[in-house]
């Protein structure tokens, strides 16, 4: 089965669209930067489209893609004031014969690639549906992120608990990350939940290299969570101009 298939109807509950509330501020500060009034963005690796709403907000129509159908169903479910489009669609190899003022990658998307080639894929199909002169925004885990990340187990309004541990590898620097969760659903049904993810860190060279590959000539990291150095951070942010 895909990944997020059991979490996508409980992933907003759950805690997941608490990351949305942190990266906005990152966007936010970025569409007040540019001189520019961009229409269109395209969400790569979308899941259940909650950014989509706060880009409405700002006078962007979205369209998303992730490679999850139950993701995406979720997606489609909910209302949005601008027009919104989702597909389902590997981020490594799709092409909506479209470009868009701005695409953008988050919440660690891009940490579930499994090689440097897959990556270099993902940031290719990214160009291609940039304008350009247009903008890739993405986040993303970096070693010391992956590896010190807590697992944790919480429990909130009698609705459900939930927890997730992981095992980080350091020779394929990859985290394995287990998540269970019981849930009760709207019928009043409790419901348990496992996933298994796999996320890996890629190393700056490599990201600067593929970017600049992809066609990405200008591209500024920042540390997403606090003023960190960059080689300090645990997850970068990135603005890239094509
Ligand atoms: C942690 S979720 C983030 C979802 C959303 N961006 C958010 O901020 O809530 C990671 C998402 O990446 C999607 N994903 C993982 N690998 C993908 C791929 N190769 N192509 C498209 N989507 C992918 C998953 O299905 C999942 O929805």
């Excluded at 936010?28 to 001189?35: P, T």
């Excluded at 969400?43 to 979205?62: P, Q, W, Y």
């Amino acid at each position: 089965m895909t990944a997020y298939s059991q979490l996508a109807p409980y992933y907003d509950i759950l805690g997941w669209a608490d990351f949305t509330s942190r990266l906005w501020p990152h966007i936010s500060k970025f569409l007040n930067l540019i001189d520019t009034k961009p229409s269109s963005f395209l969400d790569i690796a979308c899941g259940t489209g909650i950014l989509a709403h706060l880009l409405n907000e700002r006078g962007l129509s979205v369209t998303g893609i992730d490679q999850s159908s139950r993701m995406i169903a979720v997606a489609k479910s909910k209302s949005f004031t601008l027009p919104t489009k989702f597909h389902v669609a590997d981020m490594r190899d799709f092409d909506l014969r479209e470009t868009f003022h701005i695409t953008g990658c988050f919440y660690d998307a891009l940490n579930h690639l499994s090689s440097d080639s897959d990556l270099q894929q993902a940031f290719d199909c990214a160009s291609l549906h940039t304008n350009d002169g247009g903008y890739y925004l993405f986040d993303i885990l970096t070693e010391r992120g992956l590896r010190e990340w807590e697992p944790y187990f919480y429990m909130e309004r009698n609705r459900y608990i939930v927890s997730q541990r992981g095992k980080y590898d350091s020779r394929t620097k990859t985290r394995t990350i287990r998540i269970e969760a019981f849930v009760r659903d709207s019928r009043g049904e409790t419901e348990f939940i496992e996933e298994l993810l796999v996320e890996r860190t890629f190393s700056m060279a490599f990201i600067q290299k593929a970017l600049a590959h992809a066609g990405f000539s200008r591209i500024a990291f920042s540390s997403f969570e606090n003023d960190d150095s960059i080689d300090n951070a645990s997850r970068l942010f990135a603005i890239c101009r094509k």
